[in-house]
């Protein structure tokens, strides 16, 4: 049962452009939704992230815009850069001591110079 | 900086070996997780621990088993390897809260022939 589900699976953007990528959760308890980027190679590594009690939070070029009653989040970029060209990743948890967490499927983007 | 480290980042293995994947994390965080990640379907857990000894089932645990015996190591065992395992194996660590940051080790690229 797939929990967290992400679109588009990948994307291709030109340089300097907006890159959107978007996300869905079914369990209303989830409270923590973090975006991982991997790198080819790489394990993936915290983006950003955000809380339900907020309905954006901005990190440089990188925004999460949520919207708790429609059950999505999403993540922006902002003039996307070649070096932004990576597998990102949606997910949510809960926050408690024994709270697994839930990827999405993941959305490969290409930043065209 | 935590440092999530897995034994092997390539490995071969026949149909029908015992197979062990090894990860250690130096940060004394409480939870461990194990994924496998697969072009299109993302980041599946396979088995989360919470505590020494102590495991959750995933998504998919079917032919795989785990064991923590300390809080550092968290190993993955595939009981008799299947090519259908052949996959990206990815290792996590956390502290013991669900809004806390994940970090990931490299990943083993296990090839079952």
């Known amino acids: 049962q797939q929990q967290v589900k992400q679109s588009p699976q990948s994307l291709i953007v030109q340089k300097g452009g907006i890159s959107i990528i978007n996300c869905a959760y079914e369990n209303t308890a989830f409270d923590y939704f973090p975006w991982y980027q991997q790198f080819p190679g790489k394990g993936p590594a915290l983006l950003i992230a955000?809380?339900?009690?907020?309905s954006e939070k901005k990190e440089g070029r990188f925004t999460i815009s949520f919207n708790k009653s429609a059950k999505q989040f999403s993540l922006h970029i902002m003039d996307s850069q070649p070096g932004d060209s990576a597998t990102y990743f949606c997910a949510a948890s809960i926050t408690s001591s024994a709270s697994k967490i839930i990827f999405g499927s993941g959305t490969r983007l290409s930043i065209r110079p | 900086d935590v440092k999530v480290t897995q034994s092997s980042r390539y490995l071969v293995k026949r149909t029908g070996e015992k197979v062990f994947l090894e990860c250690v994390q130096d940060?004394?965080?409480?939870?461990m997780f194990w994924y496998r990640q697969d072009p299109g379907l993302g980041l599946r857990l396979i088995y989360f621990s919470y505590d020494v000894k102590m495991k959750e089932k995933g998504d998919i645990p079917e032919g795989y088993s785990v064991s923590r015996e300390k809080k550092e190591r968290f190993s993955l065992i595939l009981e008799s390897a299947s090519t259908n395992q052949t996959s990206m194996y990815l290792c996590a660590s956390r502290l013991g809260q669900g809004n806390t940051e994940a970090f990931f080790g490299q990943g083993t690229r296990l090839t079952v022939v």
């Open positions: 940060m004394d965080h409480e939870n």
């Open positions: 955000i809380r339900p009690d907020v």
